[in-house]
């Protein structure tokens, strides 16, 4: 059942519903007592009674009532002592004192203590309402009073208030923390003393006109520190009007946001630049040119935009961990910045790609300068982690607004232009070509292709003699894989190779050819083929993985081939750089009894010295040497002969098998064999073969010389 109060002070709302003001009644006589609880009970709700003191007390503590009423004096208790020892333990506490009149000393106590209120028997029950009415309501009006100054002494927010003369006249400590002037310090002063000098006049000016328009300004603003420091504060003032209109005060409340605006920037920095090198990402790249292309709209100016990518930077994060890639990634970035415009911008796009745009380049030909300026840039011997990398990289650029007028499109065409760069060799530019556009469409398509030609299984492997011109036998067979695509035709593995590297099929694809090589010899094998060694091309990518033996020594164990009949081609520069993991790798394949040649030996810049020290079978003169012996008169210019016979020699004196790729004529054949080179390997003995047509050509070329070359 809900009871009306009587009183002014209303129950106030909680969870439980409503909730009326808690008192505790104490008084000796139980008859009287019994007589209030039944008076309060009707008109208040709650009141809690004890007989003495002590009761009285313990129910204090427990009860936290918002008023004590309290008939005295009470056997053997001193009045004054009760009242502080009350008061002692609950300071805020309202207490109603019920004496008779002849108690001149209660009266005495009770004026001098706070809170505490006096009424005399006898007690009219109208009376006795109102007087506890008044109580209740006194202590709330008290709390509020209280409240307001306490709420200025602990705010964490700066207060300061001034008269109409924006003259300090209180501040509040948290002012002193903030400013780190003290009240006393700022007491008449103008808050002028703050000023940090970073706002003109005009700024301070529209301040004060709009507080004088609207009573209220808030905004940033910077702020000098008692120590000189600057800082920035989200400020508040308010404008306090009499009734007649006219100022009374201004109160500012403001709060340093320094650190907060830094930590605001430092994440608006983050979310737009890259973590590694702090060049500015795709995205803040893409809102610059966004910029750059409306300016050039309006000066009708030229914009370049550079696609840049690090040469063969995927074998280096595989050989030598992402630690020395993200190194490379950083050198190169400063190499970048190195040379560019205050208002050019080099942004990391990811991985190995970066992109420089230059928003004003006046013609074609001062953009082609500067992209030669960046190719140079690049082009350098880094110092890693104790390893020398000698980088290049190969730029695409497109041009507005002859290659594109929006962003995509420019960004589109560079990245067309940047795949014609690297697929004609690399560490080169190119600009944008609209025939180009036909490149990246057939990159994507061999890339898609590809995967379903290995489900499919439409990879063909093709194999090619390697002849000894001496003995007139085959001594070996090199794989190579052939695809049609049914779309594209034949693609050429000098175009789908470095593909499949770039997206790391590669592995997969290897994993097939070993498995299909040694297939296939099983099969050869079965029709009575005499076998000899077949080399496998093995990408640097899957030479790093790490599992290159296992996958070997599976796949020969699973066809029953011996481990001298396959044989592993790795160019130079897998071979040859003295990384730990790589010796360790090549060891374990020599320790299955699997042969290594390597391949198109002499490009690459290696020491010859280093050779010996490495577990190499077999060297493959690259066909570029070879290609330049054509011509009877090429034989007498030592420039030309120079390197193959000098590594006919080195193989002589290492006691290794030698190689001679791509030999498709007489001259270069008999020069060969005059010098030393028995073994070679191209068009002129035999071009690729199909796998069918093998077994008879080995049935004809192994073991006995043939009469019928
Ligand atoms: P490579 O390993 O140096 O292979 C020799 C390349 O020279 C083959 O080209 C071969 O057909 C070609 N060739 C041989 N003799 C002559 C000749 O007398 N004249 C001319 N002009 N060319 C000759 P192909 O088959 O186009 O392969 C090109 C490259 O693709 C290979 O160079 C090799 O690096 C890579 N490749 C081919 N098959 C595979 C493979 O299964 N795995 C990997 N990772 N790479 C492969
Ligand atoms: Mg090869
Ligand atoms: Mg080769």
Known sequence: MMRLSPFAVQPADNEDGLQWPSIVHIDADIESASRMERL??????????????????????????????????????????????IQRLQPELSVLVLTTAEAPDVVAVTTTLERVWLLQEPIQTERLLATIAQCLQCCEQIDHLRLFPRLFMNSPLAMAITDSQRNFIRVNP????????????????????????????????????????????????????????????????????????????????FADITQRTAAEAKMRHLAQHDCLTDLPNRSLLHDRLHQALLQAQRSHGLVALVYIDIDHFKNINDCFGHVVGDGLIVNVANALRSVIRETDTVSRLGGDEFAVLLPDVGSLAVAEKLVGK??????????????????????????????????????????????????????????????????????????????KALQANAFRIHFQPKYAMDSQTIVGLEALLRWQDEKLGP?????????????GFIVELGVWLIETVCLTMAQWRASATPLVPVAVNISPLQFHRGDLQVVLSQALARHGIEPALLQVELTEGVVMNRHEPTIIALNRI????????????????????????????????????????????????????????????????????????????????????????????????????????????????????????
């Not at 003191?53 to 009045?79: N, S």
């Not at 004088?212 to 603003?221: F, K, L, P, S, V």
């Not at 497109?398 to 962003?407: A, I, K, L, N």
């Not at 609209?434 to 994507?444: A, N």
């Open 374 to 451: 960046l190719l140079n840039a690049v082009a350098n011997t880094y110092q890693i982690d104790g390893h020398d990398f000698r980088v290049t990289a190969s730029m695409g650029v497109s041009v507005f607004p002859y290659d594109g007028r929006e962003p995509d499109t420019l960004i589109r065409h560079a990245d067309s232009a940047l795949y014609l760069a690297k697929n004609e060799g690399r560490n080169q530019y190119r600009f944008f070509d609209p025939v180009l556009e036909t490149h990246t469409e057939r990159y994507t398509t061999i890339q898609h292709n590809m995967h």
């Open 590 to 709: 020599k320790a299955l009894g699997v042969a290594i040649s390597i391949d198109d030996f002499g490009t690459g810049y290696s020491s010859l010295s280093y050779l010996s020290e490495l577990p190499v079978d077999e060297l493959k003169i690259d066909r570029s040497f070879i290609v330049k012996l054509a011509e009877p008169q090429h034989l007498a210019d030592k420039r030309l002969t120079a390197v193959p016979l000098a590594l006919i020699d080195l193989a002589a004196n290492l006691g290794l098998k030698l190689v001679a790729e791509g030999v498709e004529t007489d001259i270069q054949a008999d020069f060969l064999l005059a010098n030393g080179c028995h073994v070679i390997q191209g068009y002129w003995f035999s071009k690729p073969l199909v796998a069918e047509a093998v077994p008879d050509v080995l049935k004809r070329y192994v073991g006995k010389p043939s009469n019928d070359t």
């Open 174 to 253: 948290a002012f002193t923390q903030i400013t780190g002037y003290t009240q006393a310090e700022v007491l008449g002063r103008n808050p002028r003393i703050l000023s940090s000098g970073k706002h003109d006049g005009e700024f301070y000016r529209r301040m004060w006109q709009i507080l004088e328009e609207n009573d209220h300004w808030c905004g940033e603003i910077w702020n000098r520190h008692k120590d000189g420091q600057l800082f920035l504060e989200w400020l508040n003032i308010t404008t306090l009007r009499n009734a007649d209109g006219s100022i009374s005060h201004y109160v500012s409340i």
């Open 491 to 503: 693609v050429s593995p000098g175009e789908f190779i470095p593909i499949a590297e770039q997206t």
């Open 40 to 85: 309060l009970l009707d008109h208040v709700g709650a009141l809690h009674v004890a007989h003495c003191a002590e009761r009285g007390l313990r129910l204090l503590c427990t009860v936290k009532p918002q008023l004590l009423l309290i008939r005295v004096p009470l056997a053997a208790v001193d009045t004054a002592v009760l009242l502080q020892r």
